[in-house]
T-cell receptor
Framework: KQEVTQIPAALSVPEGENLVLNCSFT??????LQWFRQDPGKGLTSLLL?????REQTSGRLNASLDKSSGRSTLYIAASQPGDSATYLC????????????FGQGTILTVHP | DTEVTQTPKHLVMGMTNKKSLKCEQH?????MYWYKQKAKKPPELMFV???????INESVPSRFSPECPNSSLLNLHLHALQPEDSALYLC?????????????FGPGTRLLVL
């Protein structure tokens, strides 16, 4: 059974800092990996999707990397802003395109001015 | 339009009530999903609809009954729920089921069962 772990559980940083969120998964036979953002009491917003054959994806100040063989992904946020404060969830899709998403517990990020 | 809408935003119901949650998307997506999210926990998949047919039921109790009347609309009918069913219910959609692509999530319905 796939297990997804995110470290740290919570992170508080001053505005402007670069930061890294970590995600690890136990079964490396994944189809793809996705990072989501969730604001309190709201739905999820997809940030980046990395296919299993890819090493990284970038969108604006966000960069996600994937090392499938070691079961790790990182989300790098450059020049953090208070508006980045949210819970960040990593989700892996099982070994086929029909695989369901298995989510990590999330990292609660607070960026203070 | 990349929006998934859900109604109502909040719902309080007794254990003997019957209520329904509604989800709508107009992106032409042919796969729709229901997830349940307890406080401070990640979302858990409940149901997957593909081309208006139930494709996956993650062993969800029968007091939850999904329905997909058409390709844009997904309902979740609730009956005889328990207090432990209180959670945020999220709907999502994607182009199709089985292509491994992004799912677009709605804002959720926060359900409280008394």
């Amino acid at each position: 059974k796939q297990e997804v772990t995110q470290i740290p559980a919570a992170l508080s940083v001053p505005e402007g800092e670069n930061l890294v969120l970590n995600c690890s998964f136990t079964d490396s036979a994944i189809y793809n990996l996705q990072w989501f953002r969730q604001d309190p009491g709201k739905g999820l917003t997809s940030l980046l999707l990395i296919q299993s054959s890819q090493r990284e994806q970038t969108s604006g100040r966000l960069n996600a990397s994937l090392d499938k063989s070691s079961g790790r992904s990182t989300l790098y946020i450059a020049a953090s802003q208070p508006g980045d404060s949210a819970t960040y969830l990593c989700a892996v899709r099982g070994g086929t395109s029909y695989g369901k998403l298995t989510f990590g517990q999330g990292t609660i990020l607070t960026v203070h001015p | 339009d990349t929006e998934v809408t859900q109604t109502p935003k909040h719902l309080v119901m007794g254990m003997t009530n019957k209520k329904s949650l509604k989800c709508e998307q107009h992106m032409g997506h042919r796969a729709m999903y229901w997830y349940k999210q307890k406080a401070k926990k990640p979302p858990e998949l409940m149901f997957v609809y593909s081309y208006e047919k139930l494709s996956i039921n993650e062993s969800v109790p029968s007091r939850f009954s999904p329905e997909c009347p058409n390709s844009s609309l997904l309902n979740l009918h609730l009956h005889a729920l328990q207090p432990e069913d209180s959670a945020l219910y999220l709907c999502a959609s994607s182009q199709a089921h089985g292509q491994g692509e992004t799912q677009y999530f709605g804002p959720g319905t926060r359900l409280l069962v008394l």
